[in-house]
C-alpha cells in the first residue's frame, strides 16, 4: 500500500520560506501516469490546489501561488517537496501531499499543519 | 479566476436522498467532467469518483456521480449518519492547466 508522509517546520516566520518534503513508500513517484502534488486548507475552509509534478520534472502551478511555489522531486530518495516563498499569516493551513493520476487523487498524506507567526 | 460552485450546506433526513451540485463552465466540468471527494473532520480528504462515474475499490454503491452541461452532480442514497461531512467537487481547467476545487458542500443527516 502507498503511503505518504509530509514533514518540515510547524512553524514559520512571516516573510520566509516554507519547505515541506513528502517521503513515499510502498510505490514509487516515476510511477507512469502519477502526478506528484500539494494542496493545502486553512483551518475550517476549503482546499486549495497548490500545484504538481509530473516524472518528466514538468510542473502546473496555481496561477495565484505562481510566483512564490516551486515543487520538486528527489527521485533517489523517493521523495517530493514544496517551496513557498514570502509566506504570510494566510499561508497558515494544513497542507498536504498526494499522488494522483489526473483527478484521481490515489493517495494522501494525513497532512502537516503550517502557522506562520512571529 | 474560473471556480466551481457548491451549495454551501445541505441537510437531509436519515435514510433519504442527497443531491449535491457542483457548477462551472465549458473549460473544466462540461470538457473533462469533475471528481468527488469526502472529508470529514480532521481527516485528510478522501476520492469517491473521479471522471464518469468511476468510484475507487471500497467506495460504496450509494455514491453516484453523474453531470449535465456544466455541472456535476453527486448522488447519495439511503443517507446513514456517517455520511455527515464536507464534500468537494475538482476538475481540471484546460483554459488554465490548474486543478480547482470547489468550495465544498456540508452535508447534515437529520
Known amino acids: 500500500q502507498v503511503q505518504l508522509q509530509e514533514s518540515g517546520p510547524g512553524l514559520v516566520q512571516p516573510s520566509q520560506t516554507l519547505s515541506l518534503t513528502c517521503t513515499v513508500s510502498?510505490?514509487?513517484?516515476?510511477?507512469?501516469?502519477?502526478?506528484c502534488s500539494w494542496i493545502r486548507q486553512p483551518a475550517g475552509k476549503g482546499l486549495e490546489w497548490i500545484g504538481r509534478i509530473y516524472i518528466t520534472g514538468n510542473t502546473n502551478y496555481n496561477p495565484s501561488l505562481q510566483s512564490r511555489v516551486t515543487i520538486s522531486r528527489d527521485t533517489s530518495k523517493n521523495q517530493f517537496s514544496l517551496q513557498l516563498n514570502s509566506v504570510t499569516a494566510a499561508d497558515t493551513a494544513i497542507y498536504y501531499c498526494?499522488?494522483?493520476?489526473?483527478?484521481?487523487?490515489?493517495?494522501w498524506g494525513q497532512g502537516a499543519l503550517v502557522t506562520v507567526s512571529s | 479566476q474560473a471556480g466551481l460552485t457548491q451549495p454551501p450546506s445541505v441537510s437531509k433526513g436519515l435514510r433519504q436522498t442527497a443531491t449535491l451540485t457542483c457548477t462551472g463552465n465549458n473549460n473544466n466540468i462540461g470538457n473533462e467532467g469533475a471528481a468527488w471527494l469526502q472529508q470529514h473532520k480532521g481527516h485528510p480528504p478522501k476520492l469517491l469518483s473521479y471522471r464518469s462515474n468511476n468510484r475507487p475499490s471500497g467506495i460504496s454503491e450509494r455514491f453516484s456521480t453523474s453531470r449535465s452541461g456544466n455541472t456535476a452532480s453527486l448522488t447519495i442514497v439511503g443517507l446513514q449518519p456517517e455520511d455527515e461531512a464536507d464534500y468537494y467537487c475538482?476538475?481540471?481547467?484546460?483554459?488554465?492547466?490548474?486543478?480547482?476545487f470547489g468550495g465544498g458542500t456540508k452535508l447534515t443527516v437529520l
Open positions: 475538482s476538475a481540471w481547467d484546460s483554459s488554465l492547466s490548474v486543478v480547482l
Open positions: 498526494l499522488m494522483a493520476r489526473g483527478l484521481n487523487f490515489d493517495y
Open positions: 510502498g510505490g514509487s513517484i516515476n510511477t507512469d501516469g502519477y502526478y
